[in-house]
């Protein structure tokens, strides 16, 4: 069965150089810069996981835990890694509490996100 991610952050170049390590033969990448827009996909499509960071632009400091919030509440199977680069022991344990499966903070190396969606189960 072909998974389906969804990658959300605010960097242009974050979304592509993620993409470009996570899309193959049997993985779909979509790609959200905003939590509207991050929403409405998660409407739209069903995603084994969401890869999102924590700050983005036009929206309050911890943006990304909206994204959490709302993939798990739709769909409560769905892997969520949270990004930051603004990470905390705070951060950390709220991510972790709201239903985040990892939490990394950058950079985060193109073998980590792998490693980290193969024991999530891609």
């Not at 974050?14 to 779909?28: M, N, R, S």
């Not at 700050?55 to 739709?74: M, P, Q, T, W, Y």
């Amino acid at each position: 069965m072909a998974s389906r991610v969804l990658i959300v952050d605010d960097e242009a170049a974050i979304l592509l150089g993620f993409k470009k390590i996570i899309q193959c033969g049997d993985v779909e990448v979509d790609t959200a810069e905003t939590v509207e827009d991050a929403i409405n996909l998660l409407g739209a499509h069903e995603y084994q996981f969401v890869i999102t960071d924590l700050k983005l632009n036009g929206s309050s400091g911890d943006s990304g835990f909206e994204v959490i919030r709302h993939a798990k509440k739709i769909k409560p199977k769905t892997e969520v890694i949270l990004i930051t680069g603004y990470g905390t022991p705070e951060i950390m344990e709220k991510a972790f509490s709201i239903g985040a499966a990892c939490y990394y903070e950058k950079p985060v190396s193109a073998n980590i996100l792998r490693d980290a969606l193969k024991r999530l189960g891609m």
